[in-house]
Nanobody, 126 residues
Framework: QVQLVESGGDSVQAGGSLKLSCTVSGFTASRYCMGWFRQPPGEEREGVAT???????TYADSVKGRFTISQDNAKNTLYLQMNSLKSEDSGMYYC????????????????????WGQGTQVTVSS
């Protein structure tokens, strides 16, 4: 059984930083994409950043230069370092994973992922 558990969400002032973690268990794909998504209240879930098993990353334009996605395979943990936070970064943050086959690129569409965590709340006040 695959489980993804996010942590690290908090309330911070604009300009501050947070580091989210996602602990993964039961996911054994040798080729995979993992991603961070966020969903403000009343809005669609949007992709923030993705990382492929080989370390290749993608970012939404709105977070480039401020957010960094990384993974620690030894700890089975995915991270999202968020700096220079803005009020528009507020929302529920989810991690997700999907097995891929062949030289696939990682989509930031929520429809491209199979496994999801329960989310962790990030609130940025201005």
């Amino acid at each position: 059984q695959v489980q993804l558990v996010e942590s690290g969400g908090d309330s911070v002032q604009a300009g501050g930083s947070l580091k989210l973690s996602c602990t993964v268990s039961g996911f054994t794909a040798s080729r995979y994409c993992m991603g961070w998504f966020r969903q403000p209240p009343g809005e669609e879930r949007e992709g923030v950043a993705t990382i492929r098993g080989d370390g290749s990353t993608t970012y939404a334009d709105s977070v480039k230069g401020r957010f960094t996605i990384s993974q620690d395979n030894a700890k089975n943990t995915l991270y999202l370092q968020m700096n220079s936070l803005k009020s528009e970064d507020s929302g529920m943050y989810y991690c997700a994973a999907v097995a891929i086959y062949g030289p696939s690129w990682c989509s930031r569409s929520r429809f491209g992922y199979t496994y999801w965590g329960q989310g962790t709340q990030v609130t940025v006040s201005s």
